[in-house]
């Protein structure tokens, strides 16, 4: 059985935050954490200021915090690690940072001796995992209500994809091109953590074009459970999406990664749908053998398709600020600058979209119309 708590929750308040966390906890079913260590991992996409609303906001993270003390937690760390992280990054625009500082808890440099580990379910690749995570007793995923540009929406599942340390990160679209092997990778790498409880931030998250430069739209919502795809499923039946139609629900489903909520002990999500969010075009999908039957030495093939298939990013001259970030995160060295100008090579972009998920300055579009 896989329980979902859904509980209001109308502003980052924190009067209120705590009250409504607790709840949303008691009511998921969050395990007994009397004397265990435990890791934090919120929606650190990039440091930016709460109003962006792309973090986890810092006010929830300190709810947990508070109700894992209270519960008697006998240690808690929070860590996550940017795709452009540098190895003195501390969460500071966030507000996450001041949190451990005032809260007592330690902040987790993921970039420091990662364990290389074998991911389930990926033709036996291997991927540099925080270390740290042999040293706790427990994962607790703490995602964003957000879409996501290349994946649709962006959860508990995909938050964990944040203990890969940085640039490790963006070579992965190379090696898993489609949506489908994708999504088989964030189910592997979910597969090694375990985590033993998730809870999202939906107070107020992101529609259209995230999980960066999408806009702030006011959910008041904290979502609870033991199951990481449940949740996600249902913050997708929230945002108007058929949850199956997600790759990475549908591949967790069918990995048995978890299931559909089967248990909402106060909102139900069928009840929030919000036919009116501004969701991600869906795009055809890949042929299901054709995706991850067939093996992945085809992989030329499949990039070549989804090249067909996708648009390439286009870069908006007026507000680029010139940072460089899209050019240093690119793994396909697709992107240059001349005369100060981004240019793209289409015939080299793998269209995974990284550059417009750490762009600070919204100067990237994406079109993700169908070439027909």
Known sequence: MSCVAIVYCESYDQVLVDAAVEEACLLGGMPDVTGKSILLKPNILSDAKEDRCITTHS????SVVRLLKGKGAKRILIGDSPGLQKPSFLPKASGIHRVCLEEGVDWVDFTKQPTLTTIPYTRGKKLPLASILGEVDMVFSLPKFKTHQLMYTTGAVKNL?????NLYKSPCHVQFPSREQFAS???GI?????????LMDGIIGMEGPGPANGRPRHM?????????????????QIMGYEPKSIPIIAEGLRRSLGSAPTLYPKLNAGDLVQHDFLRIEMQKQTRFFHSLIIPFVLSRYIRWKVKRERKAPVFLSDPCILCRKCIDICPANALTMQHKRIIIDPSVCIRCYCCHEVCPASAIAVDEEINS
């Open 190 to 198: 979910a597969a090694v953590v375990k985590p033993s409880f998730s």
């Open 220 to 236: 008041g919502l904290l979502l609870a459970s033991c199951d990481a795809l449940a949740l996600d499923y249902a913050q997708a």
């Open 59 to 62: 006010q929830v993270v300190r």
């Open 185 to 187: 990778l964030m189910v």
């Open 161 to 165: 994809f944040g203990l890969v340390p």
